[in-house]
Structure formats: C-alpha cells, structure tokens
C-alpha cells in the first residue's frame, strides 16, 4: 500500500514517538510476568485496580488503556463525521441503558434546573433550558454504539457543543471537557471529540423533548464515539486541563473510546 509523503511522515514521527514506551512495556511484561503485549490485550475481562497494590497485569492494562488513548487521539479526525441515516432507519422503541434500573431515574424539574459553567471559560453565568433553545439548534439521526455489544440509531437535536463552549468564551485550547450528572455520573472528553461538528448539547429526541430515560433536561450526544461517552442528566459543564476521567473510565474502561 502506497501513502502520500504528508501521511508516511507522521506514521514515521508516531512510530518514532512511541517506540520507547512500547520496549520498555513489553520487556517489563516478558521479563517479570511471561505476559506479551498481545496477550495483554485479550485481558479484557480483567478488574483494574489503580495505585501500587495493582497486580503486575493490572498495572500493564492501565499503561496500555493510556497507550491506547494516545494513538486513538492521534489519529481522531475532526473533520470526519460519523455516518446518518434516513429516517426510516429509526429504532422504536429505543432502549434505556444506564448503570441502574429504570425506577432509579432521576427526577430533574425543568423549571428549576440550570446548567453550571466552570473552569477555563469567561463567562460561568449558569444557563437555563430556555436560553440553551435560544441558541442555533442541529439534528442528527446517528448510531448509538455501546460497549455492551448492541447498537441503535435514534434521532437526535440540540446546541453543538462547539457553539456552546464559544459562546461561554471557553478556551478552546484546553484539554478536556468535562460533565457532571444528576444520576452521579460523570465524564470528559478531550478538546477535539468535544468541537467535532456532530457533538451535540442534546434537548430533544426522536422530535421531541428528551423524556427522563433519554437524559432529561440535557444531556451529550456523541456519536463518533461509543454510548458511555454520552452522559445524561447533566448538571455541569467544566473545562480543564487536568485529567477529569470518568465514572466507566475510573473503573477500567478505555477512556477516548472512538468508534
């Protein structure tokens, strides 16, 4: 396969950069447990543990969901746009997924609620649902993809997140974004995946006001992206340089988890 001499250099500059961590991974891997970098990444199943106490194959995964983050990072393109689908491609009904049954809910009023503004951004006047519609509005019928293993697509509408994040004068050169929910669930997402054009502060599905099992007032639609990347319930928008990680994240999962 032949590349573009503008590709075959950052494949070249990658490689480069990421040569030595890959020696030093895989000779610690061979030399203190039998394991090899392949093998490891068949461990799938495995509890992550974090700090010193680890086990050797712990501490191995960690490096690798971290090695992983960077590459996927990397190669993210931000021009890229998932794929759409035709209305009629609409799944009915569209499940309900979260970390607890559906009697655990949470019961968010409306009338009261209003989004926080924290971190590096000029403006943290917190936001109310009515202004949130005042803003340009975007549609998109995409796949949700989740890491259990099933997909649907649904149809959703809302601010661009882009839009938001300019219009709270956030500084857009910052790492991270991340959310704060009223189900206690929390997430980041790095810089670029959060300006992507189909990354959505979404108010609305299948043409209608988000109902409490789809997120009810607000919550993130991210389709370039698998399904646990896309809080609900969100009460808080924060940006940051610091690591937020992520309630799935913190407990093993890989954190850009790009689809």
Request: with cysteine; glycine share 12%; charged share 20%.
């Given at each position: 396969m032949t590349r573009d001499p503008e590709t075959a250099a950052r494949l070249k500059a990658l490689r480069a950069d990421l040569q030595p961590e890959l020696v030093r991974l895989e000779r610690r891997a061979l030399l203190r447990s039998g394991l090899s970098l392949g093998a490891l990444t068949l461990l799938t199943g495995c509890d992550l543990s974090t700090g010193s106490n680890g086990t050797l194959a712990d501490r191995m995964l960690w490096a690798m969901s971290r090695f992983n983050d960077r590459v996927q990072g990397w190669l993210f393109d931000p021009t890229k746009l998932a794929p759409t689908y035709p209305a009629s491609m609409i799944d009915t009904p569209f499940r309900f997924n979260a970390y607890y049954p559906p009697d655990n809910i949470p019961e968010v009023e409306g009338a009261d609620w209003k989004l926080e503004v924290s971190g590096l951004v000029a403006d943290k006047t917190p936001w109310t649902l009515e202004k949130l519609r005042a803003l340009p509005q975007e549609s998109q019928i995409t796949r949700h993809v989740c890491i259990e293993g099933w997909s649907q697509i649904g149809q959703w509408s809302g601010v661009p997140l882009k839009t938001f994040l300019e219009r709270v004068g956030a500084d857009l050169t910052?790492?991270?974004?991340?959310?704060?929910?009223?189900?206690?669930?929390?997430?980041?997402?790095?810089?670029?995946?959060?300006?992507?054009?189909?990354?959505?502060?979404?108010?609305?599905?299948?043409?209608?006001?988000?109902?409490?099992?789809?997120?009810?007032?607000?919550?993130?639609?991210?389709?370039?992206?698998?399904?646990?990347?896309?809080?609900?319930?969100?009460?808080?928008?924060?940006?940051?340089?610091?690591?937020?990680?992520?309630?799935?994240?913190?407990?093993?999962?890989?954190?850009?988890?790009?689809?």
């Open positions: 910052a790492k991270y974004v991340g959310f704060k929910c009223a189900d206690r669930y929390y997430g980041s997402l790095d810089m670029p995946s959060a300006l992507h054009p189909q990354t959505v502060l979404a108010l609305d599905f299948a043409g209608k006001e988000l109902s409490p099992e789809y997120g009810y007032p607000l919550r993130v639609r991210v389709p370039t992206k698998l399904g646990f990347k896309s809080p609900k319930y969100i009460g808080s928008v924060f940006v940051t340089n610091d690591y937020p990680g992520g309630y799935w994240e913190d407990q093993g999962y890989n954190w850009f988890s790009g689809i």
